[in-house]
Structures are given as C-alpha cells and as structure tokens.
C-alpha cells in the first residue's frame, strides 16, 4: 500500500499543531471558542484512501488470517462447485465432487473409495487460494475503479472494479467487507474458447472452530 497518504496526513498534524502553538497576533479575537470555529472551518478536508489503496489493504489483511472458508463457484463448459476450508500457514481441506482432499504443507492425503494416500505435491501448489488473481504479487499494475455499495448475503459490502497488467491483462469485480476482509470475487473469461465465470465466496475469517487435521 502507498505511504503517500499517510505522509500527507502527519504534514497536516504536523501543521496543525504549529499553528495552534503560534502566538496570537496583535489585535486578534481573544475568544477561545471563536479561534476554534474559524481553524475548523479552515482546517482541509480528511485525506481518504484511494480505492488502489482499500483493494491492497484488503488483500494485505486477507493474508494475515488465521482461517476461512471458501466456496469457489465455476460456471460455463466446466462446471463445479469446490469448498475449501483454510488454517494457518499452510494446511487446507477441499470437498470436491471427487471427494474431501487434504493438504497440509507440501503433503497432500487424497481420499476416495473410503482410502486414503498420500500425495506429495510441489512447493506452493495451494498458493493460488491465498492469491487467487496474484493481487499481492502485481500489485504495481493494479487500477481500481469503485462502484459504490453492495451486499453479499445480507452482509454490508463495498464493490470495486479491480484490472491488472501482470501477468497479462484481466480484470475482477471485488467485494470488501465493513471489517476490510474480502466478501466475494467474481471473475469472467474465456477457456479453450468458451466463456466461463468463477465466483469465490469467503466467510468464517480467523474462526478457532475451523480445524484440519490429515486423516489417521
């Protein structure tokens, strides 16, 4: 996230504070009350972040919960319906139409026919749930456009048009919570020539109840 908003907010106390210890100039009003009315009304606006910076500070807070849940809807030629379940740093759990799979670390226990076998898997194959449209890792390309408030089931939400550069040119709609934490993610496009949409739903942020264990 930029610092430029922050740095210009300290200026403005910084300022502030110099002209309320400034001595008085001659023949000014020596009412307190009507010193203060005149330097509120002359005081500037309050900076407000830009939504660049609300869309990174979302994600950067999305990043540092302990736990979530997910729900990843694909329509179009394939489609499906995946539920994962999240706990820090590195163990997942995935109901998939093939069945719950497991990971925790680089280990991957996948369960079918009522079995159970270990997989090992590469160095960051579950990275993408973390980052699913590399915010974090492009966010030098990122511009965002707001589009006023929404809701996702019943919850307050404010929306935004997020487009990127890197790796390629894509763009997402993005819905942000009343607490900062994504709500919902929406993501249109095109597959070996047909149209797909892929919506991912996120709830449960850093609730203790959500625990993975790899099965015995």
């Not at 660049?52 to 302990?66: G, P, R, T």
């Not at 993005?174 to 047909?194: C, E, R, T, V, Y």
Request: with cysteine.
């Amino acid at each position: 996230m930029t610092c430029r908003p922050l740095a210009l907010a300290c200026v403005v106390l910084v300022l502030a504070a110099c002209k309320q210890s400034a001595p008085a100039e001659p023949g000014a009003d020596a009412n307190p009350t009507a010193s203060n009315m005149a330097a509120e009304k002359a005081a500037p606006p309050s900076l407000l972040s830009s939504p660049e910076d609300e869309v990174k500070a979302s994600m950067d807070k999305f990043l540092k919960a302990k736990s979530f849940h997910a729900v990843m809807v694909m329509e179009g030629a394939r489609g499906m319906t995946n539920e994962m379940d999240f706990v820090a740093p590195d163990r997942y759990r995935m109901k998939m139409p093939v069945g719950t799979q497991v990971i925790v670390g680089d280990t991957m226990y996948m369960q079918a026919d009522g079995r159970s076998m270990k997989v090992p898997l590469p160095k960051g194959t579950l990275s993408q749930w973390r980052d699913p449209l590399k915010i974090e890792e492009n966010k030098a390309g990122l511009s965002v456009e707001a589009l006023g408030s929404d809701s996702v089931e019943g919850q307050a939400a404010k929306k935004y048009l997020v487009r990127n550069t890197q790796p390629e040119a894509n763009e997402f709609t993005f819905w942000i919570g009343s607490d900062g934490l994504p709500l919902q993610l929406l993501h249109q496009g095109q597959a070996q020539g047909k149209p797909y949409s892929m919506t991912l739903r996120y709830s449960r942020f850093d609730d203790p109840s959500i625990t993975i264990d790899p099965p015995q």
